[in-house]
């Protein structure tokens, strides 16, 4: 048995939570391997609307385990709205998921570090979630992080109060006004007093040695989806750097995130919406400043779902789509929000990049001040909502989706036509 893995081709917010949603019944084992509550995979079943920041996508299957292996980093408070959020519904979480005790836990001081060095960047703000991301990333990479193993071991307390004090010292430093920092209601004694408060709680969830877990999954033929977050874009080493999250994006952080070798890696599942979004700042070549861009928005609902800003839109990047194939070895594509583009009459997609005289058919170094260049396609003026099969989609969806695979060599083996489950077309066997 291998691994399989389902990640995001773009900027994040490519709709992995429905397709993980969608599969879960075919694997044993979900398991997230990186990123943190800065995520968030909205699931939508009837009448539920479930979203998702730090449990994997498989939680509603009661019959599939779900483990948050060690390349993930938790924030006990969030991870404990969702678990109420879950119960609320009739689910059970704990009852079906596992924690590695590798995972890092955010601080509350963490996100305190996190809001004072955002503010402090001024005009070159990076788009922080302020879920305080990078400074856990900072701690771990440092070695001075804590991980959720150590609550049950001695002097837990004197070490969280020791990384609190050296994180108060460093915000001091940046001087930034207190009033500045209310974002999410976020206070900090209050929060740091209802943080302690849910872990006690979320460390009553069984803990593992993940790395153990899922290879002796594997030696019991056991299934297994890893379950990324963000997007290849977002990724800290080949992503839009500096605005890009900080973990490992692609499927090469499935390898550190739970502890496996490459030969372990089975198929790779890659999300791709129909269009592009992106969240926060940074390069976003094909991105539309005028109406069509804001039809787009308001058509796919394009808020997010850790944060609420409204998602920059443009077409779909086939010269960033073409890079994220390479970088994960994509062997299925899925195609997402399909039925968004309904509304449009003609659908621009980007081919290539320009900037000063000079043109790139590949991902180059600098990715700032690059213009597209566009083609059109026709598209579909129909509502897709509805289909079941791949013969009920119209030919210029099937055209679109012909490049997509001549231009990537890949296939699309899925295409979601709107957020519900059931609004899932299988176009291929896989």
């Known amino acids: 048995m291998k691994v399989d893995v389902l990640l995001g081709l773009q900027w994040g917010d490519e709709g992995k939570g429905k397709i993980v949603d969608v599969l879960a019944p075919r694997y044993d084992v979900i398991a997230r391997f990186q990123g943190g509550p800065n995520a968030g995979h909205t699931i939508k079943a009837g009448d539920r609307k479930i979203v998702l920041h730090t449990i994997p996508s498989g939680i509603l299957f009661p019959e599939t385990t779900n483990l948050i292996g ?60 302020l879920k305080g991301i990078g400074p856990t990333y900072t701690d771990k990479i440092a070695r001075q992080g804590m991980r959720i193993g150590e609550f049950h071991e001695p002097g837990f307390m004197q070490n969280y109060q020791k990384h609190r004090d050296a994180h108060l010292r460093m915000a001091d430093q940046y001087r930034v006004n207190s009033s500045d920092l209310k974002f999410d209601g976020f206070d900090f004694d209050t929060y740091e007093r209802n943080w302690l408060e849910a872990l006690k709680t979320i460390c009553e969830i069984e803990q593992v040695d993940g790395e153990y877990f899922v290879h002796r999954s594997l030696w019991n033929q056991k299934s297994i989806l890893a379950e990324g977050a963000q997007g290849t874009m977002l990724d800290i080493d080949f992503g839009s750097y500096p605005f890009v999250t900080s973990s490992n994006t692609i499927t090469a952080g499935v390898c550190t995130g739970l502890g496996l070798a490459p030969a372990n890696i089975g198929r790779v599942f890659g999300i791709v919406k129909a269009y592009c979004t992106r969240v926060g700042s940074g390069p976003f070549p094909t991105e539309l400043h005028n109406e069509m861009g804001e039809l787009l928005r308001k058509t796919g609902h394009e808020y997010g779902s850790t944060t609420g800003r409204p998602r920059r839109c443009g077409w779909l990047d086939l010269v960033a789509l073409k890079y994220s194939v390479m970088m994960n070895g994509v062997t299925h594509i899925f195609l997402t929000k399909a039925d968004v583009l309904s509304v449009v009459d003609s659908i621009g997609v980007g081919t290539g990049y320009q900037r000063d005289g000079e043109e790139f058919d590949t991902m180059p170094f600098n990715q700032q001040d690059l213009q597209p260049v566009l083609i059109k396609r026709h598209g579909w003026n129909k509502d897709i909502s509805q289909a079941t099969c791949s013969q009920e989609l119209p030919e210029q969806l099937h055209d679109y989706i012909r490049m997509i695979e001549q231009e990537t060599g890949v296939p699309v083996s899925i295409v979601s036509v709107g957020p519900d489950r059931a609004q899932t077309v299988f176009t291929r066997g896989f």
Not at 77 to 99: Q, S, T, W, Y
């Open 70 to 129: 060690n390349g993930v980093i938790i924030d006990p408070l969030i991870m404990l709205k969702e678990i109420n959020d879950l119960k609320e519904v009739g689910i059970d979480a704990p009852a079906h998921l596992l924690v590695s005790r590798k995972a890092h836990l955010i601080l509350p001081s963490h996100r305190l570090l996190d809001a004072v060095q955002e503010i402090n960047r001024g005009d070159g703000k990076i788009g922080s979630t």
